[in-house]
């Protein structure tokens, strides 16, 4: 008897999967590494529903949950899970907002939304399991701030995803 007539369906199928995961988790390096034309796309789609509270609302952009998969620049001092510092620049807020944007345009998961004079929002997803992110950002010239919102749509944590994005970004915008 073939030691695969052993093994249970279920068994069998739960293994094909987590191969094809594991292969497909390793994929896109592979890919970025030979320069390959090819683009993975998620094999599942937990993209959620595109919030209906994102916006600049009397200069504020929407509260975080009370969930740690979320990060703003204006939740309150005291909120240390959900408070990041916000993006600051000199010179000319145009310039500042063209740079930022132009940042997020170069990020292989980021797609613009929307993007207007004094705000911006792109949604990023991830490259297995196709969880979006919702980042917004609002530039505030009189200040030289741009403040920044970056929440998952779907789960409880984020395992600290929004924070190391928007520091990445502020990297490379401070650059």
């Not at 789609?45 to 200069?59: E, Y």
């Not at 001092?77 to 063209?98: M, N, Q, R, V, W």
Request: some cysteine.
């Amino acid at each position: 008897m073939h030691h695969f007539a052993r093994l249970k369906v279920p068994t069998l199928c739960i293994s094909l999967i987590l191969a094809m995961v594991c292969y497909l988790w390793q994929t896109p390096a592979v890919f970025a590494e030979t320069n390959s034309p090819i683009t993975i796309v998620s094999i599942f789609s937990f993209s959620g529903t595109r919030p209906t509270n994102l916006g600049v609302k009397n200069g504020k952009l929407a509260a975080c949950p009370s969930s740690p998969n979320c990060v703003s620049s204006q939740a309150p001092d005291t909120d240390k899970e959900h408070k990041i510092a916000p993006l600051t620049y000199s010179g000319s807020a145009d310039d500042a907002f063209a740079k930022l944007k132009g940042i997020i345009e170069d990020i292989d998961n980021a797609t613009v939304v929307k993007s207007e004079d004094n705000y911006l929002y792109a949604e990023f997803s991830s490259n297995l399991m196709g969880f979006v992110d919702d980042v917004e950002f609002y530039n505030d010239p009189e200040n030289q701030t741009i403040h920044l919102r970056s929440a998952s749509r779907l789960g409880q944590s984020d395992l600290g995803v929004n924070r190391k994005r928007i520091e990445s970004i502020r990297e490379k915008f401070t650059a």
